[in-house]
């Protein structure tokens, strides 16, 4: 290995490392898993990746393959951002903002650019990009693009797949192509190029027109998705063609990004918040249902429920000092409008204040920044049980992503608490309400057999579950190899053989993030469980989920 890296240190900008020290950080990301790659790259540019993944492209084509993972901050709970051979590694070099068009709104970056660092440039110009993760300010564009992620505003705004324009993406030839919407008659011109690009759109356009009826299963009936490949908005029936949904969401499967265009929204940072108190289940599901029937949403929808805030109340009362005082309700659910005219907020909370009185369900109304940030802290408190440990145990991220049609909310919560009381664990749920995107994380001591035992288990049940109620595995998380094993039971055989078709007709020679969304079971994955468990690289920043 010590050649190829000495090769790739010989014709690329970026730097090459092999030390142990690199090579054990880049090992772990913020999942529970570990893969220990071999070596390390910065890309220094796009030349840097078309470079790399032509030598292993070539290398691959002589029967040694060396897998290429390209990678932001780390960030990735679902063992995405870990892989054994080449770790690609963004934020160093490639963090740039290009372009910035304040008319249109849009945006051209590099995928390695700070997701948080982003969002303050935007906000000088009265702009934002609403699908921030919790993440945001430890995180990378590139890694959200990567997984399709979303946040707290997604219930208003969607997914990150929404506001992707284009791409520019290396191939796993080392070509290098543009994505966007593009015409039947230009779709023709691609489908009659020579080089592998045009190899790819033949192939995938083949797939998609011979296989219609399957690709429409993959429509989930939940509010966002971010399982599998998103195959079903390749080709409208137009007949236009576009590859940018199908590369968000995979992960660096497909092909690595080098570039995207992203579209924007207004920023009106004077909202509206609403807090509400439920201490029946049936009833917040009613009310969130209501609230969904908006013509103007909910720019979030946020719960925590009573578990979590005992939580909290056990171990730092001043948190919630001043706040919200015990006996807690079942939930709270946090309600904000930022539409941009005032009117339109005021209205929307009128509205949604006669349907909480409706069903005798408490709530107080607040426009002003300081009591605004007060009640935001009931749900930023989720930070606490993310980033403490309890008797060697810690919250793990492995049943996190669940999400399930809104309509069984009620549903998803008492069978989340009833999996975790099977299993003798402390419950505490938290998330996005408005998609029914639930938070779970189980606090598990990794250095215990017992419990190093029980995260399987766990990831069994509470994922049939999720599939029982119609719901998807994933919702803004991605698949990883943590929740890849289960999308053969999400979609079916069927669909997951078109996935598998797909994954080949780009990679070939599986040399793209191999392991990650197809072709992996849980017995693959129990090897790659650490240890132990921590996100002390994180604690600057506090992590949120």
């Known amino acids: 290995m010590n050649k190829i890296a000495h090769y790739l240190q010989e014709h690329l900008t970026g730097e ?30 796009e030349n840097d990746i078309r470079k790399t993944a032509r030598f292993t492209w070539q290398l691959a084509e002589r029967g040694r393959v060396i897998p290429m993972t390209a990678r932001g901050s780390g960030t990735d709970q679902s063992g995405a951002a870990i892989g054994s051979g080449i770790i690609m590694a963004f934020p160093a070099h490639m963090n740039r903002i290009l372009e910035l068009d304040t008319k249109s709104g849009t945006v051209t970056i590099e995928p390695g650019i700070n997701y948080g660092k982003l969002q303050q440039t935007l906000h000088t110009h009265n702009r934002f990009l609403p699908p921030y993760p919790a993440s945001m300010e430890f995180s990378t564009v590139g890694g959200a693009i990567a ?32 994505t ?28 998609i027109e011979e296989n219609q009826q399957t690709i429409r299963l993959i429509e989930k009936q939940v509010t966002k998705n971010a399982a599998g490949y998103a195959l079903n908005l390749v080709k409208n029936k137009n007949g236009s063609f576009d590859l940018t949904p199908l590369f968000v969401g995979s992960q660096g499967t497909l092909g690595i990004v080098s570039e995207a265009v992203i579209v924007t929204e207004s920023h009106n940072p004077k909202d509206t918040l609403i807090a509400a108190y439920f201490d029946d289940l049936q009833v917040a599901e009613e009310v969130i249902l209501e609230l969904r029937k908006f013509k103007e949403l909910p720019s979030a929808m946020e719960l925590v429920d009573d578990k979590l805030l005992n939580y909290i109340q056990k171990r730092s009362s001043n948190l919630l000092k001043g706040v919200i005082e015990p006996p807690f309700p079942k939930i709270v659910l946090l309600i904000e409008f930022d539409n941009g005219s005032d009117r339109i907020q005021k209205r929307l909370a009128k509205k949604t204040e006669k349907i909480l009185a409706k069903y005798q369900v408490p709530c107080q109304i607040e426009t002003d920044d300081h009591r605004k940030d007060l009640l935001w802290k009931i749900r930023e408190t989720a930070a606490l049980i993310v980033s403490q440990a309890e008797s060697g145990a810690k919250a793990l991220p492995i049943i996190e992503d669940g999400i399930v049609p809104v309509e069984r909310f009620k549903e998803f919560l008492n069978g989340a608490y009833d999996i975790f009381e099977r299993h003798g664990l402390q419950a505490a749920v938290w998330g996005h309400a408005g998609d029914a995107n639930l938070h779970l994380q189980p606090l598990l001591n990794l250095s215990q057999v ?13 994922y049939n579950f999720v599939i029982n109620l119609g719901g998807s595995t994933s919702a803004q998380n991605g698949d990883g190899r943590i929740r890849a094993a289960y999308l053969q039971k999400l979609y079916g055989p069927e669909v997951y053989e078109l996935f598998q078709k797909t994954k080949k007709i780009f990679d070939p020679y599986n040399t793209l993030n191999p ?19 921590n996100i002390d690289r994180l604690l600057d920043h506090l992590p949120k989920s």
């Open 16 to 45: 090459v490392m092999t030390g142990d020290d690199a090579l054990n950080y880049f090992a772990i990301d913020a999942s529970v898993l570990n893969v220990r790659p071999a070596i390390i790259v910065y890309p220094h540019s």
């Open 147 to 178: 997984n399709n992620a979303a946040g707290i505003k997604s219930v208003k705004y969607g997914s990150t797949r929404d506001f992707v324009k284009s791409l520019r993406v290396v191939l796993a030839n080392g070509e290098v192509i543009e």
């Open 180 to 207: 966007g919407r593009i015409s039947k008659r230009e779709l023709n011109k691609k489908l009659g190029l020579a080089s592998f690009e045009g190899e790819v759109y033949r192939s995938l356009d083949g797939l």
């Open 450 to 462: 017992g419990d190093r035992q029980k995260v399987f288990k766990l990831l069994e049940e509470y």
């Open 515 to 533: 392991g990650v969304k197809i072709n992996i079971t849980i017995e693959n994955v129990k090897p790659l469980l650490r240890h132990e468990y």
